[in-house]
Nanobody, 117 residues
Framework: QVQLVESGGGLVQAGGSLRLACVAS????????MGWYRQAPGKSRELVAV???????NYLDSVKGRFTISRDYAKNTLDLQMNSMKTEDTAVYYC???????????WGQGTQVTVSS
């Protein structure tokens, strides 16, 4: 089993910054991807950023250059630094961990991020 706990959401003005953190516990492998999804009201969940099994980072086009994902393999943590935030970044952000071998995905409880204009 895997447990994911997020923190760091909140309210920020447009142009500001927030940092999300996710702590993973349980049966974690450094070879499995971890990342962040988000879901805005009335919209589908979308992948924001992921650190792949090859340790490369990939981003949603709309956040490239503004968001940075980082993973600490020793501590089993995953951070998302969000800069130059926009109102359209408002959403619930979810940390996830994907076990490639079992094809099972684990989710955190979600953290609300609100960007005001």
């Amino acid at each position: 089993q895997v447990q994911l706990v997020e923190s760091g959401g909140g309210l920020v003005q447009a142009g500001g910054s927030l940092r999300l953190a996710c702590v993973a516990s349980g049966n974690i492998s450094n070879f499995n991807p971890m990342g962040w999804y988000r879901q805005a009201p009335g919209k589908s969940r979308e992948l924001v950023a992921v650190v792949s099994s090859g340790r490369t980072a990939n981003y949603l086009d709309s956040v490239k250059g503004r968001f940075t994902i980082s993973r600490d393999y020793a501590k089993n943590t995953l951070d998302l630094q969000m800069n130059s935030m926009k109102t359209e970044d408002t959403a619930v952000y979810y940390c996830y961990y994907a076990n490639i071998a079992t094809m099972r995905t684990y989710w955190g409880q979600g953290t609300q991020v609100t960007v005001s204009s």
